[in-house]
């Protein structure tokens, strides 16, 4: 990764922290916003629940890209939530 894509993702993460601290409008989404705030959503409500994992159908659940899907476990890492595939019938 190069200093520009360390520095676009550390940006979402501080913007991502903020919105969730209520410290930032909740802009009108884009799907790919959308995607976001449903895993977002997803891990709040786990949490809530008392659950201690989460079961995803594919990697795309976790992000269109590397640099999502390095958030995205991140983000499941520091709610304690472990992660597990679904298996094909």
């Given at each position: 990764?190069?200093?520009k894509a360390i520095q676009q993702s550390l940006e979402k993460l501080r913007r991502r922290r903020l919105l969730e601290?209520?410290?930032l409008?909740?802009?009108v989404p884009d799907a790919h916003q959308q995607k976001f705030a449903n895993f977002l959503e997803m891990i709040k409500?786990?949490?809530a629940e008392g659950i201690?994992?989460?079961v995803v159908d594919a990697p795309w659940v976790l992000g269109d890209t590397e640099q999502e899907l390095a958030v995205n476990l991140e983000?499941?890492?520091e709610a304690g939530l472990e992660l597990y595939f679904a298996q094909e019938s």
């Amino acid at each position: 990764m190069d200093i520009k894509a360390i520095q676009q993702s550390l940006e979402k993460l501080r913007r991502r922290r903020l919105l969730e601290a209520g410290k930032l409008p909740i802009p009108v989404p884009d799907a790919h916003q959308q995607k976001f705030a449903n895993f977002l959503e997803m891990i709040k409500r786990t949490k809530a629940e008392g659950i201690q994992a989460v079961v995803v159908d594919a990697p795309w659940v976790l992000g269109d890209t590397e640099q999502e899907l390095a958030v995205n476990l991140e983000l499941l890492e520091e709610a304690g939530l472990e992660l597990y595939f679904a298996q094909e019938s």
